[in-house]
């Protein structure tokens, strides 16, 4: 008997695909670029941006770009897919819970620009969606903490110390949060233009569904997630003024 105990499970989908989305969700190339048009207007408008792993390299714009206009249709996409994969793999009840997104920024990695290993803590599933690659500008790489894996045991197809995934217009990968990460250094004279973001659940019940929960509650703190301690939090963050910032 086999057993798999606490495996890492990530989510795999091109969102410009018909046979992954379905002709009613799927994302078209006009769409694709109305979002690359509309990051390339961000950065215009603040062109340091933020560095935070992205390591002075790059620009990342400041959280809130789920509720930019331009990515409404991308984020309700994102929530389908979060009902169709996560919660069904996970077997989340949706009448009992509802997706709930933390905070979603955009990236512009340009030649030599990377992420530095990371992960995201205080939050449970993260993501990463490509508005705009060709698979060459620098890999999403998972890597495995295990300390048994990277010490002893040698690379096989079951015993790994990281995985690449290649960066293609339209994909969207789902990840643990706690999953240490990093993006490879871009090598090619092309911008990879892409956004990522935090997610949470929002529980629909909450009387209900506290009983059975652990102390750290808070009534009117529905939308929570983890933070480095362990404990129950809700997420805060400053969105950005889309009105204001685009005149």
């Given amino acids: 008997m086999i057993r798999y105990l606490f495996p890492t499970v990530i989510f795999q989908r091109n969102m410009t695909c018909p046979t992954q989305m379905g002709d009613d969700l799927v994302l078209d190339d006009e769409y694709m670029k109305m979002l690359?048009?509309?990051?390339?207007?961000?950065?215009?408008?603040?062109?340091?941006?933020?560095?935070v792993s992205n390591a002075y390299t790059g620009w990342q714009s400041n959280d809130g770009v789920d509720n930019n206009p331009t990515f409404q249709k991308l984020m309700n996409r994102i929530s389908?897919?979060?009902?169709?994969?996560?919660?069904?793999?996970?077997?989340?009840?949706p009448t009992k819970t509802a997706f709930q997104m933390g905070n979603c920024w955009a990236n512009i990695n340009?030649?030599?620009?990377?992420?530095?290993?990371?992960?995201?803590?205080?939050?449970w599933y993260s993501g990463v969606f490509y508005i705009h690659a060709d698979g060459d500008e620098g890999d999403f790489v998972a890597i495995n903490t295990d300390p048994k894996v990277v010490s002893d045991m040698p690379n096989s197809n079951r015993h790994q110390e990281s995985w690449d995934f290649k960066p293609r217009t339209g994909e969207l990968i789902l990840f643990p949060s706690g999953m240490m990460h990093m993006v490879a250094p871009n090598l090619t004279d092309k911008d990879r233009y892409s956004i990522s973001f935090n997610s949470a659940f929002q529980i629909k019940d909450y009387d209900a569904y506290r009983n059975n929960f652990a102390t750290g509650w808070h009534p009117d703190e529905n939308t929570f997630g983890l933070d480095e301690n362990g404990m129950l939090q809700k997420y805060q963050?400053?969105?950005?003024?889309?009105?204001?910032e685009q005149g």
């Fill in 36 to 51: 690359k048009d509309e990051m390339d207007a961000m950065r215009r408008r603040d062109g340091v941006g933020r560095q």
């Fill in 80 to 93: 389908t897919v979060f009902y169709q994969e996560v919660w069904n793999y996970f077997g989340i009840d």
């Fill in 110 to 123: 340009d030649k030599t620009a990377w992420n530095r290993p990371h992960l995201h803590n205080g939050c």
């Fill in 237 to 244: 963050y400053e969105p950005i003024d889309w009105e204001k």
